[in-house]
Structure formats: structure tokens, C-alpha cells
């Protein structure tokens, strides 16, 4: 089984930073895709940032320029640092792996439990 846990996350005034981390956890050889995603309250859930295997990553326009995927493959952690917050980052986080090679076999589309990031003054 694979499990992935977030943290990081807390309350910060705008124009602060945060650093979230997604750590992976199981018996598996290796993840293919990760992502963040966040669901502010009454919303849906959206894409944030995604980092490929190779290191490739994409961001949504909404925080281009202001946060920074990662991951350390030898670690089995994925990051996201935050910068220049605003309150509209405000939401639960969630980290995601799309494929995982395991002993037993594939996992697909794995989720994180979350961790809440609060923008305020």
C-alpha cells in the first residue's frame, strides 16, 4: 500500500511564504506524475502545479511566478513552495500521484489527506 502525507501548511499574512511537503510512504519502486491541487470552501477542486518524473512541471495561471513545485525522488517527497501569498490561496491542499509502481502492482490517482493554508491578516 501507498499512502502520501502532507504538511506545511498553517495561517500566513498575505505577501508571506510557505513551504508544503508530500511525503510518500509504502513499498513501491517509483511514482510517474505528481501533482498539487487545492479546494477552497464552496468550491471545486483545481489543479495547482504538476512535476513530472523527469522533473518537467506546469503551473495554473493563478499562481504562475509565485510557487515552485519540486520533488526528490531519492526522498520520495514532492514540495511546493508558496510565495507572495493572497487570501485567494487560501484552501486545503492536497498532494496527488497518478501512477505508482508497486510490488504488488499499479496504484492510480492516490490522494493525500490535506493540509489547510489560511492567507489573512
Known amino acids: 500500500q501507498v499512502q502520501l502525507v502532507e504538511s506545511g501548511g498553517g495561517l500566513v499574512q498575505p505577501g508571506g511564504s510557505l513551504r508544503l511537503s508530500c511525503a510518500a510512504s509504502g513499498s513501491f519502486f517509483s511514482i510517474d506524475d505528481m501533482g498539487w491541487y487545492r479546494q477552497a470552501p464552496g468550491k471545486q477542486r483545481e489543479l495547482v502545479a504538476v512535476i513530472t518524473s523527469g522533473g518537467s512541471t506546469s503551473y495554473a495561471d493563478a499562481v504562475k511566478g509565485r510557487f515552485t513545485i519540486s520533488r526528490d525522488n531519492a526522498k520520495n517527497t514532492m514540495y511546493l513552495q508558496m510565495n507572495n501569498l493572497k487570501p485567494e490561496d487560501t484552501a486545503v491542499y492536497y498532494c496527488?500521484?497518478?501512477?505508482?509502481?508497486?510490488?504488488?502492482?499499479?496504484?492510480?490517482?492516490?490522494w493525500g489527506q490535506g493540509t489547510l493554508v489560511t492567507v489573512s491578516s
Open positions: 496527488n500521484a497518478d501512477r505508482v509502481k508497486a510490488i504488488m502492482g499499479w496504484y492510480f490517482e492516490i
